[in-house]
């Protein structure tokens, strides 16, 4: 079940709380809250609307990672390096239990991956694309990415790779499957290549 970004944003912020107050303190990670919400705000027009649900469903986490980051830099003063390392610690405190509430989801990917009817059904909706949106060429390499596009709008490309880490994360749930990643669009790749591949017995 999809989610929108600002419930995306209150749900990171609920379950990253004890990482920011670790790293920040009480005070600062109130305000941390309170300033993500602003920033946020500011972004949300500028989220692109799209039809496609795996375009939508990028960006239910982009935006937001980027607020929580923005809001470190410019609003608490962190350091660049420093506020990635939180922000992308929220994000995985959050991710990390979603992916335990939905063993169901775990179970359906494991069935897609494994199964190559449904794999070229995947890759065939991601073929299709819409304009401006994510693109997947036949050999699976992705030839744009409108999260990559969105953040270098915004200033920080550098969000991006920890959104991708996701996958990692998400593929060592499934059993037997392993995640190879060539290059990626944000460090000057001309295309990002991944592949779910088999592993071996």
Do not use: N, W
């Amino acid at each position: 079940m999809s989610s929108s970004p600002s419930e995306r944003l209150a749900q990171i912020l609920r379950e990253g709380r004890f990482v920011a107050i670790r790293e920040l303190g009480e005070e600062c990670a109130a305000e941390l809250h309170t300033r993500a919400k602003e920033r946020y705000l500011a972004l949300e027009a500028t989220i692109p609307q799209f039809r496609s649900s795996m375009d939508r469903k990028l960006f239910e986490l982009g935006p937001p990672v980027l607020a929580i980051y923005q809001a470190l830099l410019h609003d608490l003063g962190v350091d660049r390096e420093p506020a990635l390392r939180l922000a992308e610690d929220m994000l995985l405190a959050f991710y990390r239990k979603q992916l335990h509430r939905s063993p169901l989801l775990g179970a359906a990917m494991d069935i897609v991956f494994r199964l190559k009817p449904a794999r070229r059904l995947l890759m065939k909706g991601m073929l299709a694309g819409e304009p401006g949106g994510f693109r997947v060429d036949r050999a699976s390499e992705v030839r744009e990415c409108p999260l990559v596009t969105f953040a270098r709008r915004h200033g920080v490309p550098e969000v991006v790779p920890m959104i991708c880490r996701l996958d990692d994360l998400k593929v060592k749930e499934l059993h037997g499957i392993g995640l190879h990643r060539a290059g990626t669009l944000v460090t000057g790749a001309e295309r990002r290549g991944s592949r779910h591949v088999m592993a071996k017995k």
